[in-house]
């Protein structure tokens, strides 16, 4: 502990809160709540929308239909207002901001997963499989999956990002990580009654948490670029 709002300097690399606590430990340790939100945010969408754009795409009909108009309506809702609606259902807390943000991202996963499945249906070794006789959840995780990752893992890398600006959001409004556990968000929000006290407590953890979100999103360019061979052809001279 040190005197509030110290200078970065000397002791507190990064300065001091409004309480005399040190900012870099703060930062850090509110970095791992928002990296494990959007993480587990994105691995829950993933886990659910995977399932739902193959079967969507893969038998099609009705079942396509029921599907996508229900996608269709989840997705007419603001990614922020759908979360905090959730939020508001379930309650705040780490767990339920985790399946908020995961609801809203599930449809993006399910589309992106349907129109490669619809894409790869009509290629000659999924007709040979079905005609092996190969039962149809098979075809999807057997013969599908494996040759849509792809697209598949540039969406959940990018989603990472976007769910932990969606997690710091409901932080900064008290809905999602709660106090003690320290949320770059949930600084943010404390740093508002002290902006004329010091610049450091609000710049450290707003800092951190956009170089976060475009670091998540250069990663997913760079998956791109190494996944899809088409992408290497187009940028060729």
Avoid at 83 to 99: H, R
Avoid at 110 to 137: D, H, M, N, W, Y
Avoid at 164 to 187: E, H, N, R, V
Avoid at 224 to 230: A, I, N, R, T
């Amino acid at each position: 502990m040190g005197a509030q709002f110290a200078a970065p300097g000397g002791e507190f690399l990064l300065g001091t809160d409004h309480l005399g606590r040190d900012l870099l430990s703060r930062v850090l340790y509110g970095g791992r709540s928002s990296l494990v939100l959007g993480f587990a945010a994105a691995g829950v969408s993933m886990l659910v929308g995977v399932p739902l754009g193959l079967a969507s795409g893969y038998l099609g009909g009705r079942i396509d239909e029921g599907v996508m108009r229900l996608l269709d309506m989840l997705l007419s809702i603001p990614s922020l207002l759908l979360a905090l609606l959730i939020v508001a259902l379930l309650g705040s807390g780490l767990l339920n901001a985790v399946l908020a943000i995961a609801v809203v991202y599930t449809p993006r996963i399910a589309r992106v997963v349907r129109s490669s499945t619809l894409a790869v249906k009509q290629e000659e070794f999924i007709k040979a499989a079905e005609a092996r006789g190969e039962s149809r959840v098979y075809i999807c995780f057997g013969e599908i999956l494996p040759n849509i990752l792809s697209p598949v893992i540039v969406e959940g890398s990018i989603r990472i990002g976007f769910a932990i600006l969606i997690g710091a959001s409901l932080s900064f409004l008290g809905l999602g990580t709660q106090p003690p556990t320290p949320d770059w968000g949930y600084m943010i929000s404390i740093a508002r009654d002290h902006l004329w006290s010091t610049t450091w407590y609000w710049l450290w953890p707003s800092l951190w948490l956009g170089l976060t979100v475009f670091g998540c999103n250069l990663l997913g360019d760079g998956l791109q670029d190494v996944l899809d061979p088409k992408s290497h052809v187009s940028k060729r001279p």
